[in-house]
């Protein structure tokens, strides 16, 4: 199978693009304030200065926005005085660490699945940066782009992302297989800390790379995961789904309608009646606000479509009449009509 960089699809270009009011999930934060705890900085202070509430990372369901956690980090890197803060601070990642995409990975079958079902759910983590899958060459390229401004940070949330998915994947997963690690950004310029590195992936190291992320094997995509429990998979995806059309109270209302038709789309293709009716509005208000956007209930309905059927054909092995069942679609010739108005392909040739 020919595979084409997921980069350039719709798909892509929808989730690597920034929200405009980025989230960042109270999980996601308190792991670098288990690891302030333990160099023993006083970060209470620095949650005051950046404006986040105590008592918000109280509860594991909430989110702050991804500015204050981009300024708090700023702020914890230069109390902690390590430049390693960031890697270090994977030592605390758990399952909950992702919120419920931790336990939706420890469910999934294999890492194919994983690439499959997890990045449709990213944001429930938070905006802070976007997963992408590219295969080339019997090998695998899984990289995370992260969305912080400030460089500094940038480097640390990336180290960290990427040191916390290769302790996740040897605790909960026993998966071991990365070939290389792929780093943006320079080394450290203490050469003694590039075992600090080395120790944690247990795979080559590389910086000054063309992207951050793992490099391995195509063939253990397929590897399987012993603990996988499908039936509990799809309680998970539910749960996941509408947390997400949750998410969105500060979100244009087109944003609110895509998420909302992900949650039911499987199910039904709705009419934009019922779309309003969920949002506690009339179907003539929804369309003028939508209008105001620039955009329309069917062509938010269509992006989706086309969004999630690129995601589908380049990572799942799931058919095209399944992939037709989860656009929503009645019959499959449908789908196939549809897909070849938005891309001027058939499903089988883009696969």
Known sequence: MVTISVSDSAWYKYMNTPSNSGLAS???VT????AAEALDVDYEPLLTQVGIDRKVLTDINKHISSQAMENLLALLIEA???PCFGLRSAQFVEPASYSVLGYISMN????RMIQAKIPMYEKIVGDMGVTSVEVSNGMVLQRWSCHFKNALVRQHEVENVLASWCLFAQRFLNFKGWHSVWFEHSGPSDTALVKEYTDVFDCEVLFDQPASGFRFLESTLDELFPQANEQLLQTLLDHATTILANLDHSHLVAQKVKNLLRLVLKQQAPSSEIIAEMLG???RTLQRKLDEEGTSYKDLLNELRVELALYYLQNTDLSLESIAYQLGYA????FYRGFKQWTGRTAGSYR
């Open 26 to 28: 109270v999980p996601a």
């Open 31 to 34: 792991q670098y304030l288990r």
């Open 80 to 82: 902690s005085g390590d």
């Open 108 to 111: 999934c079958s294999s890492l």
């Open 281 to 283: 509005m009339s179907s």
């Open 331 to 334: 019959e499959a010739r449908s």
